[in-house]
């Protein structure tokens, strides 16, 4: 298969993580992608192949010239639970031709709305059907994968040791870590994920979660005066108190924010659900402060135990740990220029497997794909983009 054949056939594999199981894979469904790329990678004569209890499929390639790095590649299987992932129908437009992409159910991909279409002309495109995720993020960066380990092996192209895995639930923060480092043994590695083809990051936000809980009184409403207490109400209040401009729809670049994810409540309790970014560490420390003031203040004019707060930290930046050692960066650099991809080194305003992997031992920095406007019903995926990240990743693992 070739690259555009190997993504058309991982997109339509449903692999949609779900944040509420309290499990690794939280969808068995996750496996059948992981059982279909074991037998890919073991048609492709890799070693060691496995797919653990935990969704996580390892696999190494041997190396065939010595004095070379260790170099481990990785891109996880799910896609995101907010957005159906389910029957998947791609379509393929080849020489886009900058008109406006009829992709179904009313749905459009118009250049004057989404800009990066007007960089796309004359490429081929895979868009969704107008009713689900296309999956880029990130079989994109699965199809990278598989084309360049099945190019170098085929070509008998010099190479270091290599290893692969892919990983379940990138998408929910939890399949990394079940992630077992002796399966792969690198000197250090790369993620294979996110969006424009031109973008390398070895810089992620500081992450976080909060849950606030609040306990209301109900009565009747027609009895209610100076004895309800709604909870609802009070979500809406505490949400009131937190810095307003600190909204993802109001930030950019290096800016942080505070994230209301989901709501839900009735006049006895209601429960809100933030996630909390920044990729300065110390500025994330003043985000969780705005939380913890919000939160003595309900409980002061309300009274003790009407609100409940819990925050938990999910992640770190890489960058406090790669820029002791730039090693993979250097590399990296050093291919984009090589391939001619006029490279731009961005902050992921994210996270990735990458992250964990890093405070894990392995420096990961995250290499783009060709994906846009991913966790969307108009994702698409630029396949000519895509092809020169093969030939990116393809000189990154064959030159000393």
Do not use: W
């Not at 499990?23 to 992608?33: A, M, R």
């Not at 170099?71 to 896609?79: P, Q, R, S, V």
């Not at 992932?85 to 159910?105: A, R």
């Not at 005066?225 to 809406?236: D, E, I, S, Y």
């Amino acid at each position: 298969m070739n690259l555009l054949e190997r993504f058309l056939t991982y997109v339509k594999i449903d692999t949609m993580s779900d944040d509420t199981t309290g499990l690794t894979p939280s969808t068995n469904k996750q496996f059948n992608l992981a059982n279909i790329l074991k037998d890919e990678l073991l048609e492709l004569g890799l070693t060691d192949v496995i797919v653990s209890d935990k969704c996580t499929v390892y696999a190494t390639l041997k190396e065939n010239t010595k004095g070379m790095p260790k170099i481990g590649l990785l891109a996880h299987m799910d896609t995101i639970p907010e957005v159906s992932g389910t029957n998947v129908e791609p379509k393929v437009i080849k020489n886009y031709d900058g008109s406006i992409i009829e992709l179904g159910n009313g749905e459009v991909l118009d250049p004057a709305e989404f800009e990066g279409l007007k960089n796309e002309i004359g490429h081929t495109l895979v868009t969704t059907s107008g009713n689900t995720v296309l999956g880029c993020d990130d079989k994109g960066g699965i199809a990278v994968i598989m084309t360049v380990l099945d190019e170098i092996i085929n070509k008998n192209l010099p190479h270091g040791e290599i290893h692969v895995a892919f990983t379940p639930d990138e998408e929910i923060g939890t399949g990394i870590l079940s992630f077992d480092t002796s399966l792969f043994p690198v000197d250090y590695a790369y993620t294979i994920d996110g969006e424009e083809y031109d973008e390398f990051s070895y810089e992620t936000f500081n992450a976080a979660s909060a849950v606030v809980k609040f306990k209301g009184f109900e009565i009747h409403p027609g009895a209610a005066k100076g004895k309800m207490v709604n909870a609802a109400k009070l979500a809406m209040e505490f949400a009131s108190l937190l810095p307003q401009a600190e909204a993802p729809e109001y930030t950019e670049g290096y800016e942080g924010f505070n994230h209301l994810t989901s709501i839900e409540g009735s006049t006895g309790e209601a429960t809100l659900h933030y996630i909390l970014r920044n990729h300065d560490s110390l500025k994330l420390k003043g985000q969780k402060q705005d939380f913890v003031n919000a939160y003595s203040f309900m409980n002061k004019k309300y009274g003790e135990g009407t609100c409940i707060l819990e925050i938990t930290d999910s992640y770190r930046n890489m960058k406090e740990i790669i820029e002791n050692d730039m090693t993979c960066v250097n590399k990296a650099l050093a291919a984009y220029k090589e391939v001619g991809i006029d490279v731009k080194v961005v902050p992921t305003r994210g996270g990735t497997d990458g992250s964990r992997l890093t405070y894990m031992g392995i420096n990961t920095p995250n290499i783009g794909t060709g994906g846009y406007n991913c966790h969307g019903i108009h994702e698409y995926a630029d396949i000519t983009q895509m092809s020169k990240i093969v030939d990116l990743v393809k000189t990154i693992l064959t030159t000393k």
